[in-house]
């Protein structure tokens, strides 16, 4: 069965630094998706990409964060400069049309 | 606002103890409202799609509801095995993305 894959599982970095989280969604799918877990919070919107640009951000989404669809199949999230508050599960999801979202397994972020 | 609660925070059950899990909604135009379950440490696993009053799915144990304010996912007879935190979502028509509520954890006892 398809699924969306995600590296890496855990991410460790020092405040400051850029890291690059990667995603390849279901491959028939058009509509994908990065939402954030802060541990023991809901699941938090940041930003949805079709058709090679965003479509949607939320408010956290800001200039220190952007998205890429580099090639045919991978899809990634940057972060330029890391805080303290960046620390979360990051979770990568795809969906075909008007139908429901799958997700990755998430990648853990850790900033120090 | 568009907006998601979810009760109980937390639910303990014994094995074959039926039970539902309450979502609360408020949305502008319901696209659709989603279930998924979540293990620790992972992502959210799709269960159900609902899309309008009066539907219903179900699969294996689990068994979802939709009213215009609300959803129940009714556990019947559930086993140590599913055990996780279950995720209520909502779609707005006006949008992509999923307003999720903060989940309910179910711990089922052998």
């Known amino acids: 069965e398809p699924e969306v894959t995600q590296t890496p599982s855990h991410q460790v970095t020092q405040m400051g630094q850029e890291v690059i989280l990667r995603c390849v969604p279901i491959?028939?799918?058009?509509?994908f998706y990065w939402y954030r877990q802060i541990l023991g919070q809901k699941v938090e919107f940041l930003v949805s990409?079709?058709?090679?640009?965003?479509?949607?951000k939320s408010e956290i989404f800001d200039d220190q964060f952007s998205v890429e669809r580099p090639d045919g199949s991978n899809f990634t999230l940057k972060i330029r400069s890391t805080k303290l508050e960046d620390s979360a599960m990051y979770f990568c999801?795809?969906?075909?049309?008007?139908?429901?979202?799958?997700f990755g397994p998430g990648t853990r972020l850790t900033v120090t | 606002e568009d907006q998601v609660t979810q009760s109980p925070e937390a639910l303990r059950l014994q094995e074959g103890e039926s039970s539902s899990l309450n979502c609360s909604y408020t949305v502008s135009g319901l696209r659709g409202l989603f279930w998924y379950r979540q293990d620790p440490g992972k992502g959210p696993e799709f269960l159900f799609t609902?899309?309008?009053a009066g539907e219903e799915k179900e699969k294996e144990r689990l068994k979802a509801t939709l009213t215009k304010k609300e959803s129940f996912l009714h556990i019947t007879a559930p086993k140590p095995e599913d055990s996780a935190t279950y995720l209520c979502a909502v779609q707005s028509v006006f949008t992509n993305k999923l307003i999720f509520g903060t989940g309910t954890l179910l711990a089922v006892q052998p």
């Open positions: 999801a795809s969906k075909q049309g008007t139908y429901e979202q799958y």
């Open positions: 990409f079709y058709n090679n640009e965003i479509s949607e």
């Open positions: 491959s028939n799918h058009l509509y």
């Open positions: 609902l899309y309008s």
